[in-house]
């Protein structure tokens, strides 16, 4: 993948709704940007993270705050530009490129608006692999490149610049600077040199949302299986197939919790399936056994539409695939668990890489 | 007053504590953290607002918070320097001058620490003449300079700089940074030029603050009335004397809401008391009759020991005098009023000076 058109998007939209593992947000406001941005400046070409020299200055662009919210209170437009300038004024240099900081949801394609905005590559790569809800929760932050100075805009045109003690201090301050601009703030964060780009990014993960989102549009076309589709694209396993019989969901934390009891219908008649989530799909049980834990993706598809359900949309009665995705490697060092692992989440188990867990599970 | 030295700052801090109004925190952290820096970095010498340069960089330091907190939560020491020096270098420009925002209760204080320490001088003046508990209720404001860019800073280390679209934003956003910091910060705010505080500064209130104290101290060795020498000195009346009977409080809203219910001793006896805070003493009545009202100041002293008494110290039993002292004549205009008048505090009553109201109470 050498550049990114406007035709290319809806396939980047739909492969990173499967990678934001129910979480991340629906892409489609970021998408609408990015297709306007690239309709008036042209495709934006997309660079490896080796094409870069260790001394550029790379900033990952990021919206911060709840996705559902930007469906009604949308952006003026040029917030991530202003957080953008307003960082390398600080940093007193111009960056060579920008790159996502997640690959799954919204934030997938926030990057692309801005790189095509601003006239700069994308690096095909991004600080996750997936979609996380805190800002520690990135690559780049577990491998000591610190998340601020961060600059923050809204649609207002109000700015705010952070610079913490750690990442978790930049979590702690910006949170409630996102809740006082109406739940959504732009984001200039992660402001790192080539070399660090190149050791910590999780590599080519803009081009595997896009193959993705091919993949199952594809697959659509020709009535093959897009579980089968999905599973070999992105070395992940069919975990459950079944019918959602209940849901129940808890907002008071500011995340959105909750759990989803699917009874299995086909291979899976008999069973019961539970998948547990906070933003995105965290844990999830075929009976008492568990069979997926974060941070390996948890993803859940439409049985008929074969499109991506978000936890927002995990719905009583709907016919579903859970389908589950081994994670980066980098995110299964005991460092980086003590970030994202169950544990983390307050689950009380500990996490296993999938490909363990699946031994034995009908594919 | 031509300078600061560590004998002053007594009485500064107990005239700061009467022109608080019941609010703006006890004095008394600021004042250690003044004299240490007098201690250490020599007395501050204080200037006129005239005698500034039209084209000078003039800054006002403060804290933002619950003063409470500082008690407890201490200070590093160089929080006031690293959010000054900051803005400093925001602007572009070094400044000539550290100016109080408020006259009365902690940040009397601040700002003559921070002059120490950076060896500036300090104008005799502030943006109040009082205290007030929100960003937009300062002279300086309502004249029309942006309180942003600000720096926030706090005892660990962390700093947000914030720029907003209007005053409101500001207050808006640095709120909840506030409280994220651990709800007390240390502010480089109202960055503006001498020919904005020549305009909008209201005068002579570090010396005003010294004169009280002085007074106050002055009085209790000659055993003269503590009430006839502070109306003297400030120009205000004795509204009330009399035992507080009933106090209320909430909490809810993050502001200290309440009354408190005096009933009347001496030439009092028999009559009742109502004074209304938030904060700071806001609304006074004696009887059904309203006797005085923000933004003039309501102070309630001690009988006893003639020591101004905050709203968080209002108790039962206790014997005070209620002090009335007319504002500085710049809050009276409408647009003025329209922000720090009864009605902008849910208060059902028009705004009458307290010179009118009196007329015809006992003094």
């Not at 790569?125 to 610190?146: H, K, N, Q, T, Y």
């Not at 601020?148 to 978790?168: F, H, L, R, W, Y």
């Not at 070999?232 to 959602?244: A, D």
């Not at 390996?296 to 049985?303: F, H, K, N, P, S």
Request: charged share 20%.
């Amino acid at each position: 993948m050498t550049e990114i058109r406007i035709e290319d998007l809806r396939y980047i939209a739909t492969g990173a709704a499967i990678l934001g593992a129910g979480g991340g947000g629906d892409p489609l406001v970021g998408r609408l940007m990015a297709e306007h941005a690239i309709a008036k400046c042209g495709p934006v070409r997309v660079i490896g993270a080796d094409q870069l020299d260790d001394s550029d200055l790379v900033i990952p662009s990021a919206m911060m705050g709840a996705p559902a919210v930007m469906l009604e209170k949308l952006p003026s437009g040029n917030e991530p530009e202003v957080s953008f300038r307003a960082l390398e004024k600080i940093i007193g240099k111009k960056a060579a490129a920008v790159v996502p900081i997640e690959a799954g949801g919204l934030n997938s394609c926030i990057p692309i608006y801005t790189a095509a905005v601003l006239g700069l590559p994308l690096v095909d790569a991004d600080g996750m692999g997936r979609a996380f809800p805190e800002l520690p929760m990135v690559s780049f932050g577990i491998g000591g490149v610190s998340a601020t100075p961060m600059v923050m805009s809204d649609e207002k045109g109000n700015t705010v610049v952070i610079d913490a003690i750690d990442n978790a201090w930049s979590e702690i301050l910006s949170r409630p600077v996102t809740i006082a601009m109406g739940l959504a703030a732009m984001l200039a964060i992660y402001p790192m040199d080539g070399a660090a780009l190149k050791k910590l990014a999780i590599r080519n993960t803009v081009s595997l949302a896009y193959k993705i989102g091919k993949a199952l549009d594809d697959t659509n076309q020709a009535l093959t299986s897009p579980v089968e589709v999905l599973c070999e694209v992105t070395g992940g396993f069919r975990l459950f197939t079944g019918k959602i019989v209940d849901v129940t969901r808890d907002m008071t934390t500011g995340f959105l919790r909750g759990e989803a009891g699917i009874d299995g219908l086909g291979d899976d008649d008999g069973a019961t399936f539970r998948v547990e989530f906070q933003n995105e799909n965290l844990v999830a049980w075929n009976g008492d056994r568990l069979v997926a834990a974060t941070p390996d993706l948890i993803t859940v598809i439409d049985a008929e539409t074969a499109g991506p359900v978000t936890t927002e949309n995990l719905q009583y009665g709907r016919r579903v695939h859970v389908i589950g995705i081994p994670c980066d490697p980098f995110w299964r060092s005991t460092e980086a668990l003590a970030q994202v692992g169950p544990r983390y989440f307050a689950y009380d188990v500990d996490y296993q890489p999938i490909e363990h867990l699946v031994e034995g599970v009908n594919q």
